[in-house]
Every structure is written in C-alpha cells, then in structure tokens.
C-alpha cells in the first residue's frame, strides 16, 4: 500500500527540541495504526504488535524497539521505509531510523494486558507446572507447538486465524475444522496449538490429539480385547477432538463407521471437533459421502506452501530458538535453495548448526554448502531422475509417466515423484507436469506415501536409497 508522503523539512534546532518533547507512545501509536491499515492482520500480529516501541527520539533519529533479534531483522528488510514515510508524515521532518533488540520491549510484550478472550498463547520456554503439563501429557499435546511460534504468512493466515477462533470459542461456527494441505507445510503444529491454547484457557476439559492412524489401531485393539465400551467412552466423551492426516481412513470400512458415529455423537453434544487431512475431502475416492459431507460441514482452511517471504521468516524464528547467529543472506539462501516444507526447512537448519558446532567455525556460505550440499540437488534434471528411475524398474519413460494403475507401475511411479521431488527439489506443481499434469496433490500423496514406507519397511528403503545412490553420484 502506498503511502503518500507530505514535503520533507530540513532538522532544525527548534524541530530537534519538538522532536525530543514528542510522546513517543503516542508517535509510534499513530504508526502502527496506519500499518494495520496497511498490513494483513496476521502480518501486523506477527510482527508489531505488542513487540515494537520508540525507544528514543533525538536530532531526528528514531530508535525502534524490537522484542527480537528475528523480529527487527524482518522489518528493517521488509518495512523500513514504510515506517519511515510515516513517522516523516507525522512529524512533517525528514527522520532517521535506527533498529535494536530491546530487553524493555519484551518486557513489555511478557506483561502487556489483553482482554481474556484474545489471550495470546505462551510459548513455553519454562515450566508450565505439573497441572497443565500432566493435562497436555493426557491429551498427547505437545508445549512446544503453540501459536506464539506459529510463523503466519500469506499461505497460511486463513487456517491461523481460524484456528485461533477456534481455539478462543469451541463448537461455535467453526465446527468442525478442516485444515488441509500438502506434506509439512504446518497442519500438525497448527493443530498442537489449537490443543494447547484450549487447554491452558479450559485446564479442566477434555481433549485429546490423535493420529487417524492410532483412532484405527485403537479400534481393532479393542474389538480384540472385547472393550468396545471402553473405546466409545474414551473418544465420545471429548471436549475436543483433534484428528490429524484423517486421508488415512479412506478405504478402511470398519474405521469410517467408527468415526462416523463418533463424530456425529461429539458433534450432536456441541464437542469441537479437528481435523488434517493432505487434500481436500473431496479428492478422497474412497473416502464415503456421508463423511465428506461432515468434514465439509463447518470451516475448510487450505495451507499452501509457505512462499519465500514465509520460508525466511521460518528460518529466522527457528534460528533465535537454537541461539543461532547467521545473516541474514544466509538465511535467504536457504529459503531459496531449500524446498517448500517446513520440515525440511527446520531439519536443515539443524543440519547446519550441528556442522558449526562440529567444526568450530561460524555459520558462512561454506558451512550450508557442507550442510545442505548447496546447488547438489539442483543439478538432476527431471529427465536424468525418470531415466534412472525407469531404467531400474525395467519400464519405458513413457510408462512411468503414464496413468497405469496396475501396481507395477505405480509404485515405480510413486518413487519417482519422491525422487524427482528430493533430487531435483521442483514443487509439486512442477513434478505434476511432469506426469501429464497430474493434480499436483497426487504428487503430495506419493512422496507422502514413500516417506513413510522408507520409514516402515527395509526393503522399500534400500530400493529407494540405491536409486538416490545411482542418482547423485552420477
């Protein structure tokens, strides 16, 4: 957004001393309104609110407090001369601005007071005491997932701002939740945080964070031991009810029933109810209508792929909690070079400090180059992938990219989605073009689905190794 600007003035001494007289909550009020004019609501909570503040004014330099190394690194970059127009405006004098981290600004940002109902969630970097932790424990909800260190950008802010209405009023409009998107782009942590904020604002409530992997495991162990009242009492009898990668039912009978009539009991006693999912409902072919038509019943929040902005932004947060100091074109080198997951944005990230440690040296070009192999993976055209891969398993390319669905081709063609998405980090949308403009969420599901078999099974993983293998070092 534009912000005109009036006629800038030279600093005279009578301006100076105006300057100096200025109340600085005040200057910096008339501000941040104007920025929340400007900015998304989620880009306003994330980075000014309650975390900026003038902290001095003299001879026409202004100094801006910032409750974070991270956070006054991501405006200087992104809105220093947005502000700077502004202050310029107000004060109709040509200012100066200077940055810095502040122990008083984030003091101010640890007591400020808010009503009870936008209470922002703590990010536990103490103990949150025996009572709450003994609840999250029970709820399988985790401390360290909260929407304080939820990095909102433009992909995502949709699903924040819902889940955070969510989690402020349960079983209210937003009932159930949906949240979807491809593979670690937030939907876990998203969810974590609606659990943890629900419980710290209702400690004496029920809720519970599961896996629809672990709802269908529970389920046959208790049709085995005979304790099927046991089972209903445990998941209807909720207060909430968080549910994550629910693609995974599809095509399981027994568990859609199941969920069918616990989902309808928690819904007909007004229980919030969660959900994850990798795709949108209605792609799930063997998913049944009476399921989809519930799980479309209330809010759907796509998350997208984080865009740079967003991945840097991710860095930056991840590298203040493990006390890394990187620059920040360093860090724009990671978003960039890295892919679009989260969880492979972290995992490298961790991957570099354990090689600074290692070596003793500071974090530079050369310690991500050794970290992340830099440029490595850039180098394999798709071509070279769908060759080896097709080579491998004894099928023309043409089949490999084909819409076959007998299993000896899809699997070969499951691993080289993987593959290609690994070796030559293209997005999704790139490697479905790639497959005869498949949906690129077929893409989402099959990298998705080898990602866990090499996590489960020995032979699929040393398949998959060997190919990588032949790969890179050709």
């Not at 909430?240 to 007909?268: K, P, Y």
């Not at 004894?394 to 081709?409: C, D, F, I, N, Y």
């Amino acid at each position: 957004m534009a912000i005109a600007s009036k006629p800038v003035h030279s600093i005279s001494c009578p301006i100076a001393l105006f300057m100096m007289d200025l109340d600085k909550v005040s200057l910096w009020g008339s501000v941040l309104t104007e920025l929340q004019l400007a900015l998304s609501g989620a880009n306003f909570q994330t980075w000014f609110r309650g975390k900026t503040a003038i902290l001095n004014i003299e001879n026409g330099v202004v100094e801006v407090g910032c409750a974070s190394a991270y956070n006054k690194i991501w405006i200087e970059e992104r809105y220093q001369g947005t502000i700077k127009e502004i202050l310029d405006r107000v004060t109709g004098i040509n200012t100066a601005l200077t940055f810095s981290v502040s122990s008083q600004v984030q003091t101010q940002e640890k007591t400020r007071k808010k009503p009870k109902e936008a209470l922002s969630v703590p990010l536990f970097e103490e103990d949150p005491g025996p009572s709450l932790q003994k609840s999250f424990k029970v709820a399988a909800v985790s401390q360290h997932y909260s929407f304080s260190n939820f990095i909102v950008g433009q992909s995502n802010q949709l699903a924040y701002a819902v889940g955070k209405a969510v989690a402020d009023y349960p079983a209210g409009r937003y009932n159930p939740l949906l949240v979807y998107g491809g593979v670690g782009v937030g939907k876990t942590h998203l969810l974590q945080a609606i659990g943890q904020s629900f419980l710290i604002r209702n400690p004496d409530a029920k809720a519970l964070y599961i896996s629809s992997e672990t709802f269908t495991n529970d389920m046959v162990e208790a049709i085995q031991k005979k304790q099927t009242i046991i089972f209903r009492e445990k998941y209807r009898n909720l207060d909430l009810l968080l549910v994550d990668d629910v693609q995974f039912i599809a095509g399981r009978e027994s568990t859609q029933e199941q969920f069918f009539h616990t989902f309808n009991e928690l819904h007909a006693k007004s229980k919030q109810i969660v959900l994850s999912c990798d795709r949108d409902p209605s792609e799930l072919s063997n998913l049944e209508e009476r399921l989809k038509n519930r799980f479309v019943g209330g809010m759907v929040a796509k998350i997208d792929p984080p865009d740079l902005e967003l991945r840097e932004a991710i860095l930056l947060a991840k590298a203040k909690r493990l006390g890394l100091s990187i620059e920040f074109p360093l860090i724009k080198l990671l978003a960039v070079q890295l892919g679009s997951s989260i969880r492979e944005l972290e995992g490298a990230l961790l991957r570099v400090a354990a090689v600074a440690r290692l070596t003793n040296t500071k974090i530079d070009r050369e310690t991500i180059k050794t970290a992340i192999g830099l440029q490595k993976q850039g180098k394999k055209t798709a071509a070279q992938v769908l060759e080896r891969v097709a080579s491998y398993f004894s099928l023309p390319v043409a089949v490999l990219k084909g819409t076959s669905r007998s299993r000896e081709h899809v699997f070969p063609r499951q691993v080289a989605m993987y593959l290609l998405r690994k070796a030559s980090n293209k997005s999704f949308y790139e490697i479905a073009r790639r497959f005869n403009d498949k949906d690129h969420t077929t893409v989402i599901y099959s990298v998705n689905k080898v990602e866990n078999m090499v996590e489960n099974d020995t032979e699929i993983a040393r398949i998959v190794e060997e190919l990588k293998s032949g790969i890179f070092n050709n």
